[in-house]
């Protein structure tokens, strides 16, 4: 079998992830540099990898490199990706900075794998929180079209980045040995000015158009990319909840044609990437806790809506660090090197 050069950029809550998942789904790799700010050495579950300090020539030799480095605003694939690709590598970027060029693919491979195929160097990996939405809508949409998709999304605070697990973890400790008054975290830790423990807040991103956060338009406007479906009606709110890691999305969408709860079921069950827990008489349902470390999509609490005859809520979690982001990495990179 044929091995890759590898790089990974980036050794955050997402970096170590992607090297995790690499390992794990014995992704052939000959050779593997890890590129972050700063040199150094990590250790990930017990193996040792050596961090370089990224630069361009670092890419020289790379076959497929995995983006994950944040850069202020953008990522660093903003600085480095066109650098990479110029060595000849494909690169396969986390961040938002190309999703919406149209001669960049947006993957999800359960929906849309085909679009690899017209990659001219750089892949994106679409948002988190809009990977889950499109792995359990695009099954329904196939089925029955969807024309009206309202969702709120209930987000962890790992999508924030390792900082904000660090911010998390120090407020509750803070919490639990002084009570719920002055709370002052260490500036090391301080990632967000909004306290994250015992606290939920609707503002993920920065506020732009029509008083929605980019976070909010991406699940829009990745949704009508990844789907190539432009003409689907969807609103979006954004909250960030005191979860360490996992995602849950609550979504409510109005289909083209009738199909009733049992047929989504069935549609949904026999879907890529999805695990179907609905099984309300033993309480089971999807909850975050259960679905960190897992590469599914997770669904339950289908049910109709009382008013719209085609109105139907979903209860969607998944790990943002794998399906919302590494593993959805590695598996583009799995369709690339399958196509070749
Ligand atoms: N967290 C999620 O759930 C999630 C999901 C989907 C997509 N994403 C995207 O994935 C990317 C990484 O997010 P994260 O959550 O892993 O962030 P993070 O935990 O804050 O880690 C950021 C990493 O990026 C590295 N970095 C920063 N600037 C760099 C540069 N110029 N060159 C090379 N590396 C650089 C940092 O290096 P040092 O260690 O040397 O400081 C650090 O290792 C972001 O674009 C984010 O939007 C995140």
Not at 135 to 162: C, E
Request: aromatic share 6%.
């Amino acid at each position: 079998m044929k091995k890759y050069n590898v790089a990974v950029v980036g050794v955050g809550a997402v970096g170590v992830e992607m090297l995790r998942v690499l390992k794990g789904r014995k992704f052939p790799v000959n050779n593997l540099r890890v590129f972050a700010r700063s040199s150094r050495d990590i250790d990930v579950d017990g193996q040792k990898y050596p961090v370089e300090a990224i630069a361009p020539e670092g890419f020289e030799g790379v076959d497929i490199a995995l983006f994950a480095g944040t850069e202020g605003e953008k990522g660093a694939s903003a600085t480095y990706a066109l650098e990479a690709v110029k060595r000849g590598a494909v690169v396969i970027d986390n961040g938002a900075d190309f999703r919406m060029d149209p001669k960049v693919p947006l993957v999800v491979p359960e929906v849309n794998a085909a679009d690899i195929r017209k990659h001219k160097g750089i892949i994106s990996n679409p948002n988190c929180s809009t990977i889950q939405m499109v792995v359990a809508l695009n099954p329904i949409h196939k089925k029955v079209g969807i024309k009206r998709v309202i969702v709120t999304t209930l987000q962890a605070s790992s999508g924030a980045g390792k900082g904000a697990v660090e911010q998390l973890k120090e407020e509750t400790a803070l919490i639990a040995r002084g009570g719920f008054d002055n709370i002052h975290v260490s500036s090391a830790n301080k990632s967000m000015p909004q306290q994250l423990a015992y606290n939920v807040f609707p503002h993920i991103g920065s506020f732009v158009d029509g008083g929605y956060t980019n976070e909010e338009w991406k699940l829009v406007k990745e949704t009508h990319k990844i789907m190539h479906a432009p003409k689907i009606k969807i609103s979006a709110t954004t909250v960030r909840v005191p979860v360490r890691t996992g995602h849950s999305e609550s979504i409510y969408i109005e289909t083209e044609k009738y199909i009733g709860v049992e047929k989504v079921k069935e549609v949904l069950f026999n879907a890529p990437g999805i695990v179907l827990e609905d099984d309300l008489k033993n309480n089971i349902y999807p909850m975050p806790y259960d679905c960190e470390g897992k590469d599914e999509t997770f669904i339950g609490r289908i049910r109709c809506d009382a008013f719209v005859k085609n109105g139907l809520w979903l209860w969607v979690v998944a790990d943002n660090l794998r399906k919302g982001a590494a593993t959805n990495a590695v598996q583009i990179a799995e369709c690339l090197i399958k196509k070749s």
